[in-house]
């Protein structure tokens, strides 16, 4: 089984995504080549990949060489550089080139960050993605955002004649306090989360934090109940998909890969599990990516060290 969200454009996004730009693979080709193979005869329905991580190459050569069909498959790319000059010749140019990187359409186009369209143009910007779809260089390719905060939504929601299906953060339970605007304002455009960083609790909180114990005790049940060796990072990713919320993770090992892609298996958490992790989560705020995210976007007042 493969969980999929319904986009505000009608198309199924799956739930769970394997990215090529963190884990020794971003900047290098033959990496990405290896472990997209690895990744795709594990079977992983998504590739998540960017101009920026330089593995378009890689991703489009993995899904050849494993012979997989393009419609089985889910790819996400997104435009990267910093404040690209905002004229339809550099990005219809940038697009082809991440078309023909590819070598097909990806389902998804993200704008990397905020800071990708030069200053004070991300609404020129997307108007010109906009007419990309409309004059049929991108027809049937999906437009979203990345690391946008509220003002940079609003900025584009204001004159958006396709709004962005959905918005790419780094999201786990110890960010929610600070989305939260974000998450409001994407709830109430139909635009979806896609998570990156999901296992930031896990692997780069120094303790782990409140969240750990609860993710081992529902490991432990869930190991129990299903037979198998269920570990607290697919708890982790879990509890992200059953927020509605798309978990683009990574490995590069066999073993965590099987058990990324064994997660389809996994009953969903009840609705008190989901919860109690939640809670558990927004006494904390903690994050590991912070770019730009936190400039003129309040962080919460609360303990990273709890
Ligand atoms: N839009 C953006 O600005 C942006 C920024 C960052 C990332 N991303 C995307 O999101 C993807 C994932 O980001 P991320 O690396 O931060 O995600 P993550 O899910 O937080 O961390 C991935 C790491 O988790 C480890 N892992 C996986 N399964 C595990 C398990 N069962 N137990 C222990 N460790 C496990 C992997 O290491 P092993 O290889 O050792 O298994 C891997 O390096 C990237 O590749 C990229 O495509 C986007």
Redesign the pocket.
Known sequence: MTRTFKLSDGKAIPAL??????????GKHDPALEYGITALKTGVKAI???E??KTEIATGEALKQVGAKKEDIWVTT?VSGSHIPTTPENLKANVQERLSNLTFKPDLL?V??PFVPEEGKIAQFWTILEDLVLDGTLEGVSLGV??YRPQDLKAVLDIARIKPVVN???Y?PYVLSHLQPVLDIQAKHGIIT?A?????P???HPTGGPIKPILERIANKLTKETGKQI????VL?LWTINKGVV???????P???E??VSIEDLPDLSKEEIDEIEQAGRKVYFR??D?HMTEDFPEPDLPSDL
């Open positions: 995504q394997w990215g090529n730009g963190t884990g020794g693979l971003n998540d990949t960017a920026l991580y997104k993200l990397h960050n990345s690391n790419q953060l780094e786990h896609e990156y960083g999901p296992l930031t896990l692997l780069r570990d607290s990072a697919s990713l978990a683009v993770t990574t490995s590069t090992k073993k965590n890969l058990k990324i590991h990516y770019e």
